[in-house]
């Protein structure tokens, strides 16, 4: 009788071509691959280089999501020389090697990890790489995702496979019923506050418990896309129910009697009874709050009802001087609440949380208030399809009367690779998954939280409880 299994291990198993040494590394088969213009340009340069040929062009889903602008008005040019390159390199890419592409114009457009589960190209059971590091988006359909740097692009291209080193298993078992106005994004910021922004390195994680299955897929996507922030390369879900109804319409996912046969196959995908952990971490979530990040790594995050921490409270002479740097970037005072910190800018998008649900989630708390009048702010949908889905619903008038941007889809002030840039100083309030220095501009100062926080901060101007809102209406 075989050992228990994780299905981490049974994602690894079952795509191991060969081991290469007793360290654990294998070569790994991928079955797909998302690609974007922005990390894969010397990749493909390599291969022209070599005179090799794309393995399987079926295998990668080519996408433009960071450099292109989110004006609301759509135009294929690009804002700057430099962007407009890459997306013409990437073009020329897509069609000398055979790839599919979803360009600037393609009404299937979008960021790439909202794009490729709505239309279904990521399945319960696949091992998917891409030059993105959020790819562990995929973990909330069942499937392995992690993100690949260029030289390991090149190599998936030319051979479908990669040189793999097998991770540690992290199990992190999620209780208790979220309470009004919390949500995945909570429950992730809370798991990255409490084990650290390097807390899973060298870990894979397993996500599981009566939380977990109660999310709808679209949060576990949130969780899984964050899951990276804490140093993991890869998080998962097994796939349930609610995973095959998501799929089943989607337009790549199988049809017929090979959807009966798959999804038999995809309830076989959970970790075994008796299957042991490297690590396992509990969360508790029933008493959680909203949170938000007060510093600039994803661990520097606290209760929104919370206070802005005192370095001098820290023993650690580096860890003090880490909070301290991060205290004077910010511009915050120990002590101060949370919510007397006062923003300029608002945005809610990026591939962690601008999907239809997140967007009804801010149309529910923005309906018949208006932004504060010293606040911009900004809504850029994760794809095309949900921009049409939002407007089909109404939602995309109710964001228009109550003072917000309504975009076009793409990685917009995410990471601040097109127009969509904070200038120094500006304080923004933001449904993203980083608040580094520089990230949506230099010397900008971004707070991480909820898309329906981010609504509520924009409503009040300053960093405000969005379950105020809800006591209100």
Known sequence: MS?????????????????????????????????????????????????????RPGATLAVVDHVNPTAPARTATMPDAGGAQQVSYFEKN??????????????????????????????P??????????????????????GIGTSEIEHLLATQTLVYKR??????????????????????????????????????IEFAGPAIEALSVEARMTICNMAVEAGARGAFMAPDDKVFAYLQLKPRAPKGELWT???EHWKTLHSDDGAVFDREVTLDVAALEPMVTWGTSPDQAAPVGGHVPDPAAQPDPI????????????????????????ISHAFIGSCTNARIEDLRDVARVVRGKHVATHVRAMIVPGSTLVRQQAEDEGLA??????????????????LAMND??????????????????????????????????????????????????????
Request: glycine share 12%.
């Open 319 to 342: 860890l003090r001087q880490g909070l301290q740097r991060a205290l004077d970037y910010m511009g915050l005072q120990p002590g101060m609440p949370l919510s007397d910190v006062v």
């Open 397 to 414: 008038q109710i964001f228009l009367d109550a003072g917000f941007e309504w975009r076009q889809s793409g990685c917009s002030m995410c």
């Open 125 to 146: 059971g696949m091992v998917v790489a891409a030059g993105d590091s959020h790819t562990t988006t995929y973990g909330a359909l069942g499937a392995f995702g992690f």
């Open 167 to 204: 991770l540690k298993t992290l199990r992190v078992t999620v209780n208790g019923v979220l309470g009004a106005g919390v949500t995945s994004k909570d429950i992730i910021m809370a798991l990255i506050e409490n084990i650290g922004a390097s807390g899973a390195t060298g870990y894979a």
């Open 94 to 123: 897509c069609r000398d090697f055979g790839i599919e592409l979803f360009d600037v114009l393609d009404k299937r457009q979008g960021i790439e990890h909202v794009v490729a589960p709505e239309q279904g190209f990521i399945l």
């Open 3 to 55: 050992r228990p299994r994780t299905l981490y291990q049974k994602h690894i198993d079952s795509h191991t071509v060969c081991t290469l040494d007793d360290q654990g590394h294998v070569l790994l088969y991928v079955n797909r691959q998302v690609a974007n213009e922005y990390t894969s340009p010397q990749a493909f340069s390599g291969m022209r280089e070599a005179g090799r040929e794309v393995w």
């Open 420 to 473: 969509d840039v904070l200038a120094p100083g500006d304080r923004c309030a933001s449904s993203t998954n980083r608040n580094f220095e520089g990230r949506q501009g230099a010397g900008a100062r971004t707070h991480l939280m909820s898309p329906a926080m981010v609504a509520a901060a924009a409503i009040s101007g300053h960093l405000t409880d969005v379950r105020t809102f809800a006591q209100e209406a």
């Open 261 to 263: 046969r798959a999804v």
